[in-house]
């Protein structure tokens, strides 16, 4: 089994900063890309941020120059840095990761809990 443990999520006044982050912990053997998604209300779950165990990173148009990702393979965690935020911002954040783990063929995917992520003054 994998675990993910997210943290980091709040209220934050629009133009503030958030960090998210995501701790995965269990059977693994690696993780190839690491992505944060987010769901609005009444909206689909969409892609925000994703990126490779190399280090390469894609963002969708909105988090661009606002949004870092970044990972720690090390500790199997993957970090969400929001800055200006913005109220259409508010969501709840997941976490997803693509893991090969040592008893099972292929890869699986996995998600985090969600943390809620609220942008409003």
């Known amino acids: 089994q994998v675990q993910l443990v997210e943290s980091g999520g709040g209220l934050v006044q629009p133009g503030g900063s958030l960090r998210l982050s995501c701790a995965a912990s269990?059977?693994?053997?690696?993780?190839?890309?690491m992505s944060w998604y987010r769901q609005a209300p009444g909206k689909q779950r969409e892609l925000v941020a994703a990126?490779?165990?190399?280090?390469?990173?894609n963002y969708v148009d909105s988090a661009k120059g606002r949004f870092t990702i970044s990972r720690d393979n090390d500790k199997n965690t993957v970090y969400l840095q929001m800055n200006s935020l913005k109220p259409e911002g508010t969501a709840v954040y997941y976490c997803?990761?693509?893991?090969?783990?040592?008893?099972?063929?292929?890869?699986?995917?996995?998600w985090g809990q969600g943390t809620q992520v609220t942008v409003s003054s």
């Open positions: 990126i490779t165990r190399s280090g390469t990173t």
């Open positions: 269990g059977s693994i053997s690696s993780i190839s890309v």
């Open positions: 997803n990761v693509a893991v090969t783990r040592p008893t099972r063929p292929g890869i699986s995917s996995y």
